[in-house]
Every structure is written in C-alpha cells, then in structure tokens.
C-alpha cells in the first residue's frame, strides 16, 4: 500500500475532521523556516489532509498557522514548537546575569549544552539514550502527546524521511524504526509496546 493510500486509512479509521482545501507548498516552506528544519514527507502529507489528529487519546500536533488580529502586523504563529525552545527559555529566565556579571560565550555555550540534554532509559535494552538538545543540534522533536504524559517524538537525525519514531513516558523511552503514518497505523492494530496510547474505541 502506497503512501496515500496509508494517509487515508489512518484517517478513516480515526474520523479525522479533513481539510477542505489542501496546504499550499508556500505554507509549508514558512512552518519549516519558523522551525528551522525539515519535516518528514508522510508527516506533510497527513497534515495536508486533516485538520486535527487524535489516536485515541493520543493527540498528534498538526501544525497551522493561526491568524492573528491583535496588534495589527503581529507575526503568524505556529503551533508546534520544538522542546528545544522551551529548554533555551527556562534555562535563560532562570539564570538571568546579575548587574555587571559577564559570561564567555564559551561558557554560556557549555551551560547550554549541559542543559540541553535528555537521558532517557531504553525500554527494551534498559541501556540509557543520551538525547542532544544543544542549539542547533537538538535531535527530539515532538510530534505529539498523551495525557498520561508520554510524548511522542522524531530522533531527528539524517535525512526527515528516515527518522524513527520514539515515544518516552516516566524516563524509558521506545524506539521504533517506522514512520510517524505506519507507527500510528501499528498503534490502532495494537502492536505497539503501549497499547495504552490507542485505548479508546472510535
């Protein structure tokens, strides 16, 4: 079964809500500049197809650009965002220069690098998966979550449309070496290692 045809039997089976008109090549070269990389093609394709995607309770973070009427001028948003981001933020807010310290570019690059790090616990090896977060090398991006607090994500290295699939929940996290369309579809057939991710009847 080709692509497509993958995209629309996910769709099928979880009565996603369908775009009525699909993405414009131009929208998706502004979300991948806003994110600063590319994303994976089956990715695009199902987000050019649905206007939301829940699996189950599992909600796949399909980006948009919201329109903004206040103040006029402002800028479009997106509303995918890399942890990246987030970790930048909290580590810059909580540890604000005091009047008239200085750091080294160096060092503030090392306290970043230090920072933007995730070590997570192989869930099937049990061996610990040391995640870089750095700027400019980050290598998770989220693609979606649960409530129960697992996150979904792309190991985001080489080339988009050979990232593998991980999911991380309570510090283990498991990998998959499937796209992000054929991950879910193995979800709703329940082989995944958590079937908990899909538990809801559609």
Known sequence: M???ERVEDLLGRTRAPRRRYPRQEQEWELVEMMLGLRLPTDFKRLS?????????????HVPRLEEVSFPVGSPAR????TRLEQEVSAATDGRALLEGESRSAEAMRTTLEELGQVVLEDADSGGRSVFSMAPGRFELVPWGIHPSGAVGYWHAVGDPDEWPVVVSHCGAVWREERSLVDYLLRALDGGTPLPWLVEDTF
């Open 2 to 4: 080709g692509l497509d």
């Open 48 to 60: 050019d197809r649905c206007q939301e995607l829940r699996v189950g309770n599992l909600e796949v």
């Open 78 to 81: 997106l509303n995918l965002r």
